[in-house]
């Protein structure tokens, strides 16, 4: 169990970091590019 909450722990600031890395740089993270070919690529 313990384990498990581990990994949420590091995930979520991992996740923030990278959200407010991509705000820095400029990057719109509401509309990420090339996501309907990822989309679309099945």
Not at 19 to 41: E, Q, S
Request: hydrophobic share 50%; aromatic share 4%.
């Amino acid at each position: 169990m313990r384990e498990a909450l581990m990994g949420i722990c590091e995930m979520i600031p991992l996740q923030l970091l990278s959200y407010w890395m991509a705000i820095n740089n400029g990057i719109d993270v509401d509309h990420p590019r090339n996501l309907t070919k990822a989309v679309l690529a099945e």
